[in-house]
């Protein structure tokens, strides 16, 4: 690194949780020394190991803290912290994540929204993801609830071959629920596709092409009273306004 003109400026540093020690936050009299191309130059005063990396345009990162005495390796910081930041995307890729997606429900909701819902859900699984059947109900709805358990062991049926029941039908407030989950078959296949998208990115990234990404489930018209308006998200899955 040259003299003056310092690379790192701890000042920029995030304040709070662990923070890796660069050139003068390096306190400790004496490290052990990795050099640039991964040799052991041993134990050096802290003095002498940071004019080493200034010389060689260089910083002097510490490695190992807990070390005695702490090893510090002369290195890049700047691409150092670009390859950490490359790695955890890449692990964050390969990373399946399973989410809940919310499928709501009336009590009014007729068989062929009851069918939409169905196949809504079996995209939802197909894609790796837990559903969560949610049937809501107002005023004196509360009091047949029975209306409720009919469309879930209407749409339960439907979806065996894809997902196992999760928990079974429950009541919460003026809700009943019922959550269900990709089988592990399901969860294989998921897995598989998601390396193989992982390999196609590469291959396109080596070959200086855009690579199209997975396309995101779409969002869903809601055909439930307009009174619903403060149950939108993203993730649920209603029925288009029929035509």
Same mark, same amino acid.
């Given at each position: 690194m040259?003299?003056?003109?310092p690379?790192f !400026?701890? %000042? +920029? &540093?995030?304040?709070?949780?662990?923070q890796i020690r660069? +050139?003068?936050r390096?306190?400790?009299?004496?490290?052990r020394?990795i =050099?640039?191309?991964?040799?052991? #130059?041993?134990?050096?005063?802290?003095?002498?190991?940071?004019?080493?990396a &200034?010389?060689?345009?260089?910083?002097?990162?510490?490695?190992?803290?807990?070390?005695? $005495?702490?090893?510090?390796k002369?290195l890049?910081?700047?691409?150092?912290?670009?390859?950490?930041?490359k790695?955890?995307?890449?692990?964050? %890729?390969?990373?399946?994540?399973?989410?809940?997606k919310?499928?709501? #429900?009336r009590?009014?909701?007729?068989?062929?929204?009851?069918d939409?819902?169905v %196949?809504a859900?079996?995209?939802?699984?197909?894609?790796?993801?837990?559903?969560?059947?949610?049937?809501?109900?107002?005023?004196?709805e509360?009091?047949h609830?029975?209306?409720?358990?009919e469309? @879930?062991?209407?749409?339960?049926?439907? @979806?065996? !071959?894809i997902a +196992?029941?999760e928990?079974?039908?429950m009541m919460?407030?003026?809700?009943?629920t019922?959550?269900?989950?990709?089988k592990? =078959?399901?969860?294989? %296949?998921?897995a598989l596709?998601?390396?193989q998208?992982?390999? !196609?990115?590469?291959? =396109?990234?080596?070959?200086?092409?855009?690579?199209e990404?997975? $396309?995101?489930?779409?969002d869903?018209?809601?055909? *439930?009273?307009? *009174? *619903? !308006?403060?149950?939108?998200?993203?993730g649920?899955?209603?029925?288009? $306004?029929?035509?």
């Amino acid at each position: 690194m040259a003299m003056g003109r310092p690379r790192f !400026d701890p %000042r +920029n &540093q995030q304040r709070g949780g662990f923070q890796i020690r660069v +050139n003068h936050r390096i306190r400790v009299p004496e490290v052990r020394v990795i =050099a640039a191309n991964g040799d052991m #130059l041993g134990v050096l005063t802290t003095h002498e190991a940071l004019r080493m990396a &200034q010389e060689q345009g260089l910083d002097l990162v510490e490695v190992n803290p807990k070390a005695e $005495p702490p090893v510090c390796k002369i290195l890049d910081f700047g691409k150092y912290k670009y390859e950490e930041k490359k790695k955890t995307a890449e692990a964050k %890729r390969k990373q399946t994540v399973v989410e809940i997606k919310e499928v709501k #429900l009336r009590p009014k909701t007729d068989d062929h929204d009851l069918d939409f819902k169905v %196949r809504a859900a079996r995209r939802f699984i197909e894609a790796g993801h837990k559903v969560k059947f949610t049937v809501r109900f107002r005023g004196r709805e509360i009091t047949h609830p029975e209306k409720a358990q009919e469309q @879930l062991t209407f749409i339960l049926p439907k @979806l065996e !071959d894809i997902a +196992n029941i999760e928990s079974r039908a429950m009541m919460e407030a003026r809700t009943m629920t019922v959550m269900v989950a990709p089988k592990p =078959a399901i969860m294989q %296949r998921v897995a598989l596709l998601k390396a193989q998208r992982e390999k !196609d990115r590469q291959v =396109a990234e080596k070959e200086g092409r855009v690579y199209e990404s997975e $396309p995101e489930l779409p969002d869903l018209e809601d055909d *439930d009273d307009d *009174d *619903d !308006d403060d149950d939108d998200d993203a993730g649920e899955a209603k029925a288009p $306004p029929a035509k």
